[in-house]
């Protein structure tokens, strides 16, 4: 199934960005997150996330502060905050608000519907098409989206969001996974989904 991309220029304005990490989360889903490689164009509806609150927020990579490796959380809305995980697994954030709060929220899983040769291409032949984007991991691989596009602005492309075309849909809310660090923040309910999706991650 191929789904025509929005250009850039066309997208969501910076302020649809600038707003609470909870808020910007739950408008997510249902958007599309294209990113236009060289390789070829691969994009897809999102279907989960999390919300990251911010320095109070123990589980947010601002609660350490600004480093290096963060910094893109502390500047505008509306940019790609990617980190690697365990040295192998990029992670794709967008940077929510409000204003210069480092607040953001990370993608978890998309439904593809564009460039799915080559997402399996990235991912392995023998991932299942549901699979190709389930997981943090596996939508940055499946996107070709790397530390390289760290920093970079979703107005502006190579990587955009496209608006969520109909009407909202049904939403589920538990708790983030992987976060048992973060004390009282660990239970909060702070992962969305689309209800009964079958591209949703495992856990």
């Keep these: 199934m191929t789904t025509a991309t929005t250009h850039p220029s066309l997208a969501l304005a910076r302020g649809w960005f600038d707003r609470p990490s909870t808020l910007l989360a739950v408008d997510?889903?249902?958007?599309r997150l294209i990113h236009e490689s060289p390789g070829g164009v691969v994009g897809g509806r999102i279907v989960e996330v999390e919300a990251y609150r911010g320095p109070e927020d123990l589980a947010a990579h601002s609660a350490r502060g600004l480093t290096p490796r963060n910094a893109v959380m502390f500047g505008a809305p509306g940019h790609?905050?990617?980190?690697?995980?365990?040295?192998?697994?990029?992670?794709?954030?967008?940077?929510?608000?409000?204003?210069?709060?480092?607040?953001?929220v990370l993608i978890r899983a998309l439904g593809l519907d564009e460039g799915l040769d080559l997402a399996r291409k990235r991912r392995g032949l023998l991932a299942a098409d549901q699979r190709l984007a389930s997981g943090p991991g596996n939508v940055g691989k499946a996107l070709g989206i790397d530390r390289g596009l760290n920093g970079g602005d979703l107005l502006a492309g190579?990587?955009?969001?496209?608006?969520?075309?109909?009407?909202?849909?049904?939403?589920?809310?538990?708790?983030?996974?992987?976060?048992?660090?973060?004390?009282?923040w660990a239970a909060r309910p702070l992962r969305f989904w689309i209800t009964d999706d079958p591209h949703v991650s495992g856990r």
């Design 28 to 31: 997510l889903l249902g958007c």
């Design 80 to 104: 790609l905050y990617v980190y690697l995980v365990y040295g192998l697994h990029h992670c794709v954030n967008v940077v929510a608000g409000p204003g210069d709060k480092p607040e953001a």
């Design 158 to 184: 190579p990587v955009w969001i496209d608006p969520r075309m109909g009407p909202p849909p049904a939403i589920s809310r538990g708790a983030r996974v992987g976060v048992d660090y973060a004390g009282s």
